[in-house]
Structures are given as C-alpha cells and as structure tokens.
C-alpha cells in the first residue's frame, strides 16, 4: 500500500509538471483563417476563424496564422511575435476610419525574438465621408514597438497619413520586399525613432502618388534597391538628425524635387536615374553623394550631388 502510494505521488507530480509546460489558454503555433470562418472557432483547419483580430489570441508566440481563401480579415493589434501569410490567396485589410496593422511588442521574457512577418496581403484604407468615398484610414502599418518586421508581396493603398510609419522609441528593423505603396496623404513610407537607430531595407519596392515617397526622418540607416519613386511631391527626403539613406538602382521620376537631403543627412546614390522631375537634387544643408552610373538629366531643374566617389 505504501508503495502505490508513492507511485501515485510521484505520477500526479509528473502529470502537474507536464501540465504547467502547456500554455493556460491551449493556443496553437499554427491557425487558420477563413471568409466563412467564425472567431468562435478554435481557428483549426477544418473550423477556422473569421479574422486575425480572432486568430491571434489562439495563436501562440512566434506561431503563424494562414488564410485559406480570399477575404477581408480586419484589422489587427499585434503584441507578439507572429506570421500572417496569406501569400497563394488573397487576404485583405480594408481599414476605414483606422490603422490597418499596430505592431506594438513590449520586451518580454518569453518573446525574446519579437518578430512580425506579414506575407501576401492587402491594406486598404479606403472609407465614405458622407456621400464621398475618400481615404479614410489613418496609417496602414504602424510600429510602435518590435525588434524586427518583413512585409513581403503586399499592397498598402488609399490612406490618409501614412502606408508606414515607424514612430518607435527604440531600435527597430524594417524589411520590405516586393512591396508597393501607393496614394497616401502624407507619406509612403516614414521611419523615426527617439532612441536607437530604424535600420530599414528596401527590395524591389514601388511608391506612387504620395507627398513624400521615403521619410527618414530620425536617427534612421536605409538601405534601398530596385525602388521606383514617382508622382510623389518628394521622392526621398530626410529631416531631423543623423540619417544615411543609401539607393542602388532607383528610379524617381515626376516629382517636385527627386532628393531633398537635410543637415546632418546623408543620401548615397549609384546606378540610377531622377529624371523628369522639377527639381532633381536639392542637398538642403545636406549630403547627396553619387557613388557610380547615375544619370540625372531631363528634369526642369537638375540640382547638383555634394560629393562623387569615383568607382575604383
């Protein structure tokens, strides 16, 4: 009898060990979402969610949420680490009168990667102001707090301030691939920090019909290539303190000014092109350095780089 006493004290202290190592609410590292989901749903694959909002309190840290067809997913307040991929279907954000993603991760013990991947999905901000459709949403993806986002194959359109604002308070890596950025009433992109550094990179990534294409605009390191700029008022401008932009195979064209450099920014350009613009280069009490294979020309006004590095 004391012998199976023991055994039975020894197994219910396994069993509470095993229990204590699964998370209280059961989440799963892998969710589903779908346009005749329901939220209710513990967001499986056979009985999936009906948005992300829903899918990301039953997914678990760093886990991913996937969408299984076509649909409008809503918007979403993300404070973990996680991967919305909607990339072999179309998943949609439409974010009248709002943000569209607030990414907003708090330093956590038990999120040490604090990472967000967003794959295949398009953000739009398009609203009605009485009987006028118009831009109602605020910013597409905002970053508050995150040590690293990737945005991948994704469209961000139709907003009233930006399609991405970085406005953290600590340091944060943004990366865009294929990514296309259009009609915003501030900006395209605006990258800023009151502490660290933004270090963004920018693959094959489009900006169209904004007042400013790329705003760095605080303590920011940009890397930017294969990038189309046009019909912004502003291409790329820098302002506040301590940036360093620099562009390889870029194209601005049909702006005001291609480049506005402010003091203490430094923009580095090679094997591109800022044509047909009204002004070209404008080094504002700035750095416009060309490195190799530019062509400014045709542009009403070309402006003038600082500085050329000759190719070695």
Do not use: W
Not at 112 to 137: K, Q, Y
Not at 189 to 200: E, I
């Amino acid at each position: 009898m004391r012998q199976n006493t023991f055994s039975a004290l020894i197994l219910g202290s396994a069993v509470a060990v095993m229990l204590s190592a699964v998370p209280a609410s059961a989440q799963a590292t892998r969710t589903f979402v779908s346009g005749v989901g329901n939220d209710a749903d513990p967001c499986s694959r056979t009985a999936p969610c009906r948005t992300f909002a829903g899918a990301i309190v039953k997914t678990f840290i760093n886990g991913e949420i996937n969408c299984l067809d076509p649909g409008g997913y809503g918007t979403v307040n993300i404070t973990k680490s996680i991967t919305i991929d909607c990339i072999n279907t179309l998943g949609s954000d439409l974010s009248s009168g709002t943000t569209g993603i607030i990414v907003n991760i708090p330093v956590s013990v038990n999120d040490p990667t604090r990472s967000v991947r967003l794959r295949g999905i398009t953000i739009n901000g398009t609203g009605a102001s009485g009987a006028v459709g118009t831009r109602t949403g605020i910013d597409g993806i905002r970053i508050l707090q995150a040590n690293s986002v990737f945005v991948e194959q994704s469209v961000i359109a139709e907003f009233s301030q930006q399609g991405i604002e970085v406005a953290a308070t600590n340091n944060v890596n943004l990366v865009l691939n294929d990514v296309t950025i259009r009609n915003t009433n501030v900006a395209g992109v605006t990258l800023a920090t009151t502490a660290g550094q933004v270090v963004a990179s920018f693959n094959n990534v489009r900006i169209n019909g904004t007042p400013i294409g790329l705003s760095a605009a605080n303590r920011v390191r940009a890397s930017i290539r294969n990038v189309m700029l046009a019909h912004n008022t502003t291409g790329i401008q820098t302002s506040g303190v301590d940036n360093i932009v620099n562009a390889d195979e870029m194209m601005i064209s049909f702006a005001t000014t291609g480049v506005l450099a402010s003091a203490g920014s430094t923009v580095r350009i090679s094997n591109s092109v800022i044509t047909q613009n009204s002004t070209g280069l404008n080094a504002n009490g700035g750095s416009i350095v060309s490195m190799a294979g530019n062509s400014v020309t045709g542009n009403t006004a070309d402006g003038a780089f600082t500085a050329t590095v000759p190719k070695i």
